[in-house]
Each structure stands twice: as structure tokens, then as C-alpha cells.
């Protein structure tokens, strides 16, 4: 089974960046995919997406702030996290949707990725 693993999160002050990244094991798999996070007591919240087209959708709470993109080259999904707020504190996850779809209707879907990162700490200090 096709495996993601993520890597870049940590620590940073309030107003900070990070960059983070996820590869895949497997060829053909970056079509879909989504950057999800979640804080303890809540579910899983779609963060970013990006479909087979390179079409993008993001949370209200983080427009204009945080880009999803991919290599499809190098197999790798970035999310690049910018003017980061306390609020922005959650594990993060890479996942991806199993298929090959134009449009990010998967965003406010978690049980529609069927492939998952193990996921990384983000943790934004004020």
C-alpha cells in the first residue's frame, strides 16, 4: 500500500514560517491530495487541497496565508505556512484521494483520503 510521509514540522513564534513537505512511495498517487490538521476534543480539519489539475482550495482561516503545491517530478506535496498564528497549533496530516478528480470537494471530506502521513506537530507560540 502506497505510504506518505511528511516532514518539516515544529516550532515557531507567532508571525513565523515553516515549510513542510510529503513524499510518497508510490508514482501516481499526488492527484488529489490534502494537507489536514487537528487539535485534540475536534476533527479533522481540510486545510489546503490541490486536485489533479493543480487547482487549489483552502480553509477560510488560512487564505492568503498558507500555499499547497506539488512536484510531480519528485512525488512531493508542500504546504508552505506563512504569518503563522497560535490558533494554527494542531498536528498536520498529508493525505491523499484515491482516484483522479478536477475540483477540491474532498477539502471538508476527511473520510474521502484514503492514504495518510503519520502526521507532524506544528506548534506556534505567541
Known amino acids: 500500500q502506497a505510504q506518505l510521509v511528511e516532514s518539516g514540522g515544529g516550532s515557531v513564534q507567532a508571525g513565523g514560517s515553516l515549510r513542510m513537505s510529503c513524499g510518497a512511495s508510490e508514482y501516481g498517487i499526488l492527484n488529489c491530495m490534502g494537507w489536514l490538521r487537528q487539535t485534540p476534543g475536534k476533527e479533522r480539519e481540510g486545510v489546503a487541497t490541490i486536485d489533479a489539475d493543480g487547482s487549489t482550495d483552502y480553509a477560510d482561516s488560512v487564505k492568503g496565508r498558507f500555499t499547497i503545491s506539488k512536484d510531480n517530478a519528485k512525488n512531493i506535496l508542500y504546504l508552505e505556512m506563512n504569518n503563522l498564528k497560535p490558533e494554527d497549533t494542531a498536528v498536520y496530516y498529508c493525505?491523499?484521494?484515491?482516484?483522479?478528480?478536477?475540483?477540491?470537494?474532498?477539502?471538508?471530506?476527511?473520510?474521502?483520503?484514503?492514504?495518510w502521513g503519520q502526521g507532524t506537530q506544528v506548534t506556534v507560540s505567541s
Open positions: 493525505a491523499a484521494v484515491e482516484g483522479f478528480y478536477s475540483g477540491n470537494w474532498y477539502r471538508e471530506r476527511p473520510n474521502e483520503f484514503a492514504y
